[in-house]
């Protein structure tokens, strides 16, 4: 007697925002999205959608945009090197360039970069259209470790370098850090390796500032296991599938 396998049923696929399904298939941002829906430019099975919170089934509905089918792009994962004074944002009200000027000319889906690093900082900036990848690395439960090569203004001494890596408290938000290490000095500055396995704003410069010094430049040179390496000032690359997980190294659990 032949066997058939049986019948699975269905899962049930939790409903989003067409805004966010749009952002979530790799297609544009969520903001973007919500522009081309009110603008009449997205179809929903066929009909035109005017809301951008319209809540559908992303692996059911058949989505188009200006007339073409909208499907899942491949995953991407990218290591940038951020150059100093880019932005961290697909569009700055200020009119300054960003982190998607590195990018230009290059075939890719849309990207979101996984975190930030602010306008004076340099160094190693993920970007992927793989949403639960980069919650992931951003989950504060995580732990990730990112670890940041700081130049400062002055050459420590003991006593600094144990409130650097005592952390901080700046008006009334605790600031930790995992470690800080002086890696070489000059005459009259320093170079301080400083990890950290959160991501509060502008963590770094405030850990040094309430220390008493100043920092003169931050680059992250890792996240996780993943390292910047030898990637060249505003260079991106794919990472490969084994690298993939490397963030994800100094994860919790």
Same mark, same amino acid.
């Given at each position: ?10 899962? &049930? ?39 951008? +919170? ?6 059911? &509905? ?59 900082? +340099? ?36 006593? /600094? ?21 002086? /890696? ?13 396995? +959160? ?9 040094? +500032? ?7 430049? /931050? ?28 963030? /994800? ?5």
């Amino acid at each position: 007697m032949t066997r058939f396998p049986k019948r699975s049923t269905p899962t &049930a696929t939790a409903a989003v925002s067409l805004a966010r399904a749009l952002s979530k298939l790799g297609y544009c941002s969520r903001t973007q999205a919500e522009k081309l829906v009110r603008d009449g430019r997205v179809e929903v099975d066929g009909r035109i959608a005017r809301h951008p +919170e319209l809540r559908i089934d992303p692996q059911r &509905a058949r989505l188009r945009v200006d007339g073409r089918a909208v499907a899942a792009a491949r995953r991407i994962y990218l290591a940038l090197n951020k150059p100093r004074g880019l932005v961290t944002t697909a569009n700055d009200p200020e009119g300054r360039q960003t982190v998607y000027t590195c990018l230009e000319g290059l075939d890719l889906p849309h990207l979101a970069p996984v975190g930030r690093l602010d306008m004076a900082s +340099e160094g190693l900036l993920l970007m992927s259209n793989d949403t639960r990848w980069a919650q992931r690395i951003l989950d504060p439960a995580a732990g990730v470790e990112k670890t940041y090569h700081v130049q400062i203004d002055r050459v420590p001494d003991a006593d /600094l370098m144990a409130r650097l890596g005592q952390g901080a408290v700046d008006e009334g938000e605790v600031l930790t850090i995992r470690s800080a290490t002086l /890696l070489r000095h000059g005459e009259r500055n320093a170079w301080v390796e400083m990890v950290i396995d +959160e991501g509060r704003n502008r963590q770094i410069r405030r850990i040094v +500032e309430a220390a008493g010094a100043e920092v003169l430049r /931050l680059v992250r040179v890792r996240i996780g296991g993943l390292d910047l390496g030898e990637l060249a000032k505003g260079a991106v690359r794919e990472l490969r599938p084994d690298e993939v997980a490397l963030p /994800l190294a100094s994860a919790r659990g």
